[in-house]
């Protein structure tokens, strides 16, 4: 980041799982759960780090093995999955340290905030309803039919057109080289969170402009738009 000017962004998108909400341990349950059901290798937390960020049916999909790829086993695994996360989805999951502080400075400001995830839609919603509940999101948005999944750029733009705001004046915040693909696809400034579940070399090779260690690194951030 070089200089800054005063001409603070209009608002700031942020990805759900690993960015907002560390959630890998509930994930991690809820699909070991339905492996081991069915007798196939599960994975340790950090495993699912890795796999995490497509959203579910990736994580379905890249979580089976080989011999287990077949459509009629991927849609029924797909289903329990569904089936137990429903069940497991807040048995640990919580925001971040230093979340908080970074959305109430975003009020203070009064700028927009949204959400836009890959995990599918109604559990974008709850985890965002319970778990964020003492903030107010302008847009949240998870992976439905009809939108692409990130890094396609379609439904962050369609995030910016709900909010009225123009890509160029939004801050984009995620933990993953996919949320930085999508912002800069959509043109908008990618920020990498580094509290999350990648790499700074993920971050950095797929577009990251700035990264943050913690939450409330980004407010200096929100108070002075970069030129770069």
């Known amino acids: 980041?070089?200089?800054?000017?005063?001409?603070?962004?209009?608002?700031?998108?942020?990805?759900?799982?690993?960015?907002?909400?560390?959630?890998?341990?509930?994930?991690?349950?809820?699909?070991?759960?339905?492996?081991?059901?069915?007798?196939?290798?599960?994975?340790t937390v950090d495993e699912c780090r890795m796999l995490v960020g497509y959203g579910m049916k990736e994580l379905v999909r890249s979580a089976l093995p080989a011999a287990a790829q077949d459509e009629t086993t991927f849609l029924r695994m797909q289903e329990e999955m569904?089936?137990?996360?429903?069940?497991?989805?807040?048995?640990?999951?919580?925001?971040?340290?230093?979340?908080?502080?970074?959305?109430?400075?975003?009020?203070?400001?009064?700028?927009?905030?949204?959400?836009?995830?890959?995990?599918?839609?109604?559990?974008?919603?709850?985890?965002?309803?319970?778990?964020?509940?003492?903030?107010?999101?302008?847009?949240?948005?998870?992976?439905?039919?009809?939108?692409?999944?990130?890094?396609?750029?379609?439904?962050?733009?369609?995030?910016?057109?709900?909010?009225?705001?123009?890509p160029s004046e939004i801050l984009y915040v995620g933990d993953s080289g996919i949320d930085m693909q999508t912002a800069v696809a959509a043109g908008m400034y990618p920020a990498g969170a580094l509290w999350g579940y990648r790499d700074a070399a993920e971050l950095t090779a797929d577009g990251a402009k700035v990264l943050a260690g913690r939450p409330e690194e980004l407010i200096p951030l929100i108070e002075t738009a970069p030129r770069t």
């Open 1 to 43: 980041m070089t200089k800054s000017v005063p001409s603070p962004f209009k608002a700031v998108i942020f990805d759900l799982d690993g960015t907002l909400l560390d959630t890998i341990e509930d994930i991690a349950t809820s699909l070991n759960l339905v492996l081991a059901r069915h007798g196939y290798p599960t994975h």
């Open 82 to 166: 569904k089936q137990a996360y429903a069940e497991h989805w807040k048995d640990e999951s919580r925001t971040f340290d230093g979340i908080g502080r970074l959305l109430d400075a975003i009020d203070a400001l009064k700028l927009k905030k949204a959400i836009l995830s890959n995990k599918p839609d109604a559990f974008t919603k709850l985890c965002a309803s319970h778990l964020l509940a003492p903030w107010s999101f302008d847009v949240v948005m998870g992976h439905h039919e009809g939108i692409a999944h990130k890094p396609d750029p379609q439904g962050a733009l369609l995030v910016a057109e709900m909010l009225g705001t123009e």
